[in-house]
């Protein structure tokens, strides 16, 4: 557990010397002791209970497949966001459904698809979110912003929505075809005879492909297509809708409860929301751990299409992304504590997958 931890809190913290090392630390300390951090205390006890939310949401979208307590939902998903946040490659996605199966004898396909299914809600939430950015804010015209060795304009949050939106659309259809028993007998058929389409192999070498390959596979379809049950279920689905709405609109809450702390930093719940998509967006590009430096380059270029100089926007910005992961951290760590989850292991699977 600790190997991980530290391997990961060493990577961000180059990260962060990178991402401040051209910044002047002096003025920046001077703007960080003019905060009042009582809003700082308000923002982590938001971004704490949005946890709650979270795992509501994710409990709701398993008890389509089979009912789920609060707890056999809430400490796998902590220590899932923990690991994406300290390792690279966004491991925690595949170590959440390992230790929900272990835990809870789910089988991995199933439990990987109810994520694939929360990841899905948050992109279209998230797009929904960005249509309302591009109508309210001229991208165009926003000088590009050179920060922590990326390069961040208009353009590159347009087309990182462009991509965002391929790549929903693709998992809304693959999902929707996958929900089909003509198409689910027709990959299962596929798979079954993928023996047979080897040349030069005897029939016992076909007969243990098919035994312990192509079954298997097939096998994993069934238990792909369980987990995403909530697609047939329009109460369940219309409520993680909702609570998907809800939480990216409480995160953007926590944006502008901590920005009252700032000075120099005067904007509205409807421009903080438009800086989260923005930085959303921007750290879907790949990165180190917990995304520092992308994160923050992506909130100063967000700030300055606000008119927010740069040094109170990058002094905002840091402590903002501390505020959001730090508790996720922490949490997560006490999530595998109490659940007794060796992570160096749950990461090094969750790698070979």
């Given amino acids: 557990m600790v190997l991980p931890l530290l391997a990961g809190g060493t990577v961000s913290l180059l990260a962060l010397y990178l991402a401040f090392r051209n910044v002047p630390l002096t003025e920046l300390g001077a703007y960080l002791a003019s905060v009042d951090y009582r809003f700082l205390f308000l923002s982590l006890a938001m971004v704490a209970g949005l946890q709650v939310l979270k795992a509501h949401r994710w409990r709701v979208i398993l008890g389509a497949v089979v009912p789920v307590g609060f ?43 109810t994520v694939v299914a929360e990841r899905l809600l948050d992109t279209i939430t998230i797009l929904a979110l960005l249509a309302w950015v591009l109508g ?52 299962k058929t596929l798979i079954h005879r993928l023996p047979d389409w080897i040349p030069a192999i005897g029939p016992h070498r076909r007969q243990w492909l098919f035994q312990r390959v192509s079954r298997p596979l097939a096998a994993l379809v069934d238990q792909a297509v369980h987990g995403l049950a909530i697609v047939g279920r329009p109460l369940r689905l219309s409520a993680c809708i909702g609570l998907s709405l809800v939480i990216w609109l409480l995160t953007a809450c ?49 700030l300055s299409l606000m008119g927010i100089a740069p040094g109170p926007a990058a002094g905002f910005t840091l402590v903002n992304h501390a505020a959001q992961i730090f508790p996720v951290i922490l949490i997560g760590l006490g999530s595998a504590l109490i659940s007794g989850v060796g992570l160096g292991r749950i990461a090094k699977t969750a790698r070979r997958i």
């Fill in 136 to 187: 309210a804010l001229d991208l165009a015209a926003a000088d590009a912003i050179e920060f922590a060795g990326y390069r961040i304009d208009g353009a590159l949050v347009v087309s990182a929505g462009r991509v965002t939106l391929a790549v929903g659309m693709a998992l809304l259809v693959g999902i929707g075809l996958l929900r089909l028993e003509t198409v689910q007998r027709w990959i």
């Fill in 71 to 113: 707890t056999s939902a809430f400490h796998p998903m902590m220590i899932g966001f923990m690991l994406n946040c300290i390792l690279p490659g966004r491991v925690g996605e595949l170590a959440r459904p390992l230790i929900l199966g272990r835990q809870q004898d789910i089988p991995f396909a199933t439990a990987l698809s």
């Fill in 254 to 302: 926590s944006f502008f409860i901590l920005s009252v702390g700032f000075p120099g930093i005067d904007l509205n719940l409807i421009q903080m929301t438009a800086v989260l998509v923005v930085i959303s967006f921007c750290i879907a590009l790949p990165s180190v751990p917990g995304w520092w430096g992308l994160w923050e380059a992506g909130g100063v270029f967000a």
